[in-house]
């Protein structure tokens, strides 16, 4: 690699990383066969992590970071004092081919400040992926990042060639977009979310690709005065309104030349956590926004102590010992500490047996942090502990949280 293109690599590789929605699940299984190049499956691939967990086993990268926009909370941004560099698409296309070839990667993940205009920009990211699935023949994973502004008929044609497409909504109300990045209009990135979502159902029905592994978006946490309970009803109705994959937290990050209206220190990454763990509940668990928020602060915020779900279950001892052997699966995935698969397989086998806390161990695996929360055939907690001795008990160690 020559020095000019190591050094674009330096700079866009680190403009990408405030980015957290590059995660590759979710593409169909594909294999190039012996004379092609690439696979969506993570065999022979080399899965590095950051610090604070994601995934960087894909080459993630802006195609630039000179951008027309002044958001104020990117690095970025047109007024931002940093570093610039403009990757070509051929550089792109090389890079991705040489990284695969030598294992370092999975896949790409492509985004982009806006050059020129939002067409244009949108233009030079689908040469990318075309010229990658068309004339280098690769099979393997594509993420590109979807300019809301550009015309619909690029972003069906992005479509085409990626396995996922996301436009990033970054900030949970259109009051702090309007605030923060009054260049992007919130009813032109949802007008490109409904788009995407059309497409995709139509695409699912007929039985063709287009963005097979969905859509997906990214919220910045911690950038404006947006409480988790608001941040959560911003994804519930995404989740509901757009079907997305996935939305992704990412805990704002104070940057160089910062306008006033920003902290000037980052959120505790354990308040992105929590966030992760309110949206599994949201997906998964059957929980309800109000029903996480409300055990919280009254401010709306989660509890940092403590994951959402023992929150709530503290929230609502009255609901609680449940019996594994009568109470329906919908509260059985309430109880803290009882993962969904657990809680399947406790249904499947009380079926044949009454269940003791023998068999419930074997089923879960651990039930340390869910014994006050239920009973057995052999095991009954007791007299009621209080919520603040029974949170004390349960609550992660200070070298736990340290992880975080």
């Known amino acids: 690699m020559d020095e000019t293109l190591g050094r674009k690599l330096r700079v866009l590789a680190d403009a990408a990383k405030y980015d957290a929605s590059c995660a590759s699940s979710g593409a169909p299984k594909r294999s190039a066969g012996r004379d092609g190049i690439g696979s969506t499956s993570a065999i022979g691939i080399c899965h590095s992590y950051t610090p604070d967990g994601r995934c960087v086993s894909l080459l993630k990268i802006l195609l630039t970071n000179y951008c027309l926009f002044d958001c104020a909370y990117c690095v970025n941004r047109r007024s931002s004092n940093v570093e610039r560099a403009r990757f070509t698409a051929k550089e792109v296309v090389d890079l991705t081919i040489a990284f695969y070839k030598r294992n370092y990667i999975e896949g790409l993940f492509l985004s982009s400040g806006i050059i020129r205009s939002p067409d244009y920009t949108m233009e030079q990211l689908i040469l990318v992926a075309k010229t990658l699935r068309q004339e280098r023949g690769y099979r393997g994973y594509i993420h590109l990042k979807t300019i809301p502004e550009a015309s619909p008929w690029l972003i069906e044609q992005a479509g085409l060639w990626a396995d996922r497409l996301s436009v990033n909504l970054e900030l949970p109300t259109d009051a702090a977009l309007t605030a923060y990045a009054p260049e992007k209009k919130a009813p032109a990135i949802r007008a490109a979310m409904g788009q995407m979502r059309e497409r995709i159902a139509e695409a699912k029905a007929e039985r063709r690709s287009f963005s097979p592994a969905g859509q997906s978006t990214q919220l910045i946490v911690g950038a404006d005065a947006s409480s988790d309970a608001d941040v959560l009803r911003t994804s519930a109705n995404l989740y509901s309104t757009y079907a997305l994959r996935r ?24 308040r992105e956590n929590r966030l992760y763990q309110a949206d599994w509940l949201l997906r998964h668990y059957g929980f309800g926004v109000e029903e996480i928020a409300s055990a919280g602060d009254p401010n709306g915020m989660l509890d940092l102590e403590i994951d959402p779900k023992l929150a709530w279950a503290l929230k609502n001892r009255h609901r609680f010992p449940l019996d594994v052997n009568r109470a329906d699966r919908e509260m059985l995935l309430r109880i803290p500490g009882v993962g969904a698969r657990a809680v399947d397989r406790i249904v499947a086998a009380r079926r044949h047996t009454r269940l003791r806390l023998d068999d419930v161990k074997r089923l879960t695996g651990s039930v340390k942090r869910a014994l006050p929360f239920l009973i057995t055939a052999d095991h009954h907690p007791g007299a009621t502990v209080d919520e603040a001795r029974l949170r004390e008990r349960l609550k992660p160690r200070a070298e736990q949280m340290s992880l975080f």
Not at 247 to 267: E, G, N, Q
Request: no cysteine.
């Open 247 to 270: 939305v992704y937290y990412s805990a704002f990050s104070p940057i160089p030349d910062a306008a006033a209206k920003l902290p000037t220190r980052a959120p505790p990454l354990q």
